[in-house]
């Protein structure tokens, strides 16, 4: 855990009741090296004064001089109101040296009472401090925090900012130009803002925080470290404002190589906590110096302080997060298969996908929705896991049985969220069968390999596997027999089950039961529910099982994905599992569809050193993400064992249940997830 250590000469800038310019805020400065000294611009408030009529404080923008980055000399005030776009003040600099010139941004402010689209970005250039040689009015939309960075990326200009500022949710982003004068250019930024959610660094965890670039990006070995405003609860005060970090891809910083997992500066010290604006730290500038990371703050909008580091210790500790939260990464042209309106059983939506890797190719299994509500299977291949170029125009498996059928008219009903699982020469497919009536239950239906690869559709008869009058669903099997025995994960209640099975042979006397391992109870705080993604995958280490969990944090709830590691020879042991998602739903097509804030696989293959994750998005289409199998091994090897949730072995056997009491256990809010089941 990184800890910051203040400054012993904090604050480092007050006000100056003699300069009726910075008699009421000195704060938000930001520093640069010229040679052996350091330029320092800051955000300066005066008293109230008249401006176009209103009695207000004018930020204007303030300069001063330092050689150690702590004293400062030679203050007197740079940029200040010249034109209709900062009339109503110039906030919160932040300058950066590139190419001889320094580049100074800064918030304006060009109406009162000010409003969102009145709240942009301006900036100064100058060549020495002594005088502004250019000045332009930047975005023509709401947005605040922008810093160039301190080199060419490819040859082009990059800036950080962050958009929306005061139209949550706010997004920090990159902006590129070919040439210095597209930094200030209207038609440039209109055509960047139409394209804001690719240019996006998603930093946000939570819809109610706030997020706010800080300083100039900072080049280091592993990649640029952005520092930036992270501020919880910023929607449902009261609010926490604090200091975070992430790591960037040196080539594209729309990439986070590694962040910071929660704040490591907050409000504690006295001039941190009381002033103009109480509790309050925001990080606007930072150097380097001796391997030594100075970062530079607002204490409660009225001071300037600063705080220090070593940056090996920060990179460090970033990059030992990324492991254990590394994250699944989407494909940029996602979704891969949406709905198609010109066939009818698949006009209203395509997702929830079972995957299998066969002969070279991926083989998805989806669920379907046709205008009427009626769920059947849809299939797609595709030879790299991306494009499927192959998509039959009628599904390859429907609602055949009393139990699957559409008993209310307009009601959801048929075949639901499948899941494949390759047993020597045979495919499983354990889907929901839902008629509208009786509850969703488990149901099974087999077809050979051969067929399944030929495109011959010959499934066997369904037949129902999990207990009436009971709700079950998001059931697979595994891949290969336990100790001779089939293994079956299944969801009753809001946990995840296993049962050993002979055979599965269920005649209506024999149904799937067995014993929960994984219990809501242990994971985020707020998890409603679990179920399983796909079927586990067999690894080195042990099974890979994905699973996805239900928050009830947000409203609608949420829909996120996360991972578990099983042991080989006794699945019911969980060696490590997850604290963190390693997918949650952040783009428009999980966000909204049929059912908000939904990511939702059914399936996932490891195709080379990449594992590939097929899912639903709210609901409505498919999408895939991808990363190293081995970076998520090692994250869930770097949790370690978590010993609630390990069922030792022997502590139960596999056998006859009574159902009675499983649905009692089902039905009780304080079940134990070691509790046995018969």
Known sequence: MIKMRRSEKNPILTPVADNIWEADGAFNGCPVRDGSNIHFVYRAVSPPQMIAGYELPLSTVGYALSSDGVHFKNHRQFIKPEHDWEQFGCEDPRVTKLDGKFYIFYTSLSAFPFTADSIRVGVAVTNDFQKIDEKHSVTPFNAKAMSLFPEKINGRYAVVLTANTDIPPSKIAVAYFDREEQMWSPSY??????????????????????????????????????????????????????????????????????????????????????????NIVFPTGAIVKDGTLSIYYGAADTTCAVATCK?????????????????????????????????????????????????????????????????????????????????????????????????????????????????????????????????????????????????????SRPILISPPNLSDKDAAIFPKKIKGKYAILHRLGTSIWLDLVDDLKFDGDKWLGGHIFMSPKDEMPDTEKLGISGPPIETKYGWLLLYHAVSKKTEPMTYYVSA???????????????????????????????????????????????????????????????????????????????????????????????????????????????????
């Open 564 to 678: 578990a590691l099983l042991d080989l020879n006794d699945p019911s042991k969980v060696i490590a599992r997850r604290k963190v998602p390693i997918l949650e739903p952040e783009t428009p097509y999980e966000l909204f569809g049929q059912v908000n804030n939904v990511v939702f696989p059914c399936g996932a293959a490891i195709i080379g050193e990449d594992l590939f994750v097929y899912y639903g998005g709210a609901d409505s289409v498919i999408g895939v993400a991808t990363m190293k199998i081995e970076d998520l091994l090692k994250s869930l090897l770097s949790w370690g064992e978590i010993g609630n949730d390990v069922i030792k072995p022997g502590k139960f056997k596999w056998g006859t249940f009574n159902f009675t009491r499983i649905r009692k256990l089902v039905s009780d809010s304080r079940l134990d997830p070691n509790i046995l089941g018969g």
């Open 189 to 278: 930024w209109r055509d960047w803002y139409a394209s804001l959610n690719q240019n996006t660094i998603r930093l946000q965890r939570s819809p109610k925080d706030h997020i706010e670039a800080g300083p100039p990006p900072i080049k280091t070995k592993d990649g640029w470290l952005l520092i930036y405003s992270y501020i919880q609860n910023y929607l449902s005060p009261p609010a926490v404002f604090g200091v975070e970090a992430a790591l960037l891809d040196l080539q594209d910083p729309r990439k986070i190589i590694a962040r910071t997992d929660k704040p490591f500066l907050v409000p504690q010290e006295k001039y941190e906590k009381y002033g103009n604006v109480p």
């Open 311 to 459: 940056l090996n210790t920060l990179l460090e500790d970033m990059l030992e997060t990324r492991i254990k939260h590394v994250k699944l990464e989407r494909f940029s042209g996602n979704p891969v298969i949406k709905p198609n309106p010109n066939l009818s059983w698949q006009a209203r939506a395509v997702f929830n996908p079972a995957v299998l890797y066969e002969d070279g190719r991926v083989h998805l299994a989806y669920r379907a929705m046709s205008v009427d509500n009626t769920s059947v299977i849809g299939f797609a291949s595709s030879a790299n896991g991306f494009k499927f170029e192959e998509q039959p125009s009628a599904p390859v498996n429907v609602p055949r049985e009393e139990f699957e059928a559409k008993l209310v008219p307009g009601g959801n009903s048929g075949c639901e969220d499948p899941r494949l699982t390759r047993i020597d020469d045979t495919i499983y497919m354990l889907y929901t069968a839902f008629n509208g009536i009786s509850d969703p239950r488990v149901a099974l239906t087999q077809i050979s390999l051969d067929d399944f690869l030929t495109r011959q559709w010959n499934w």
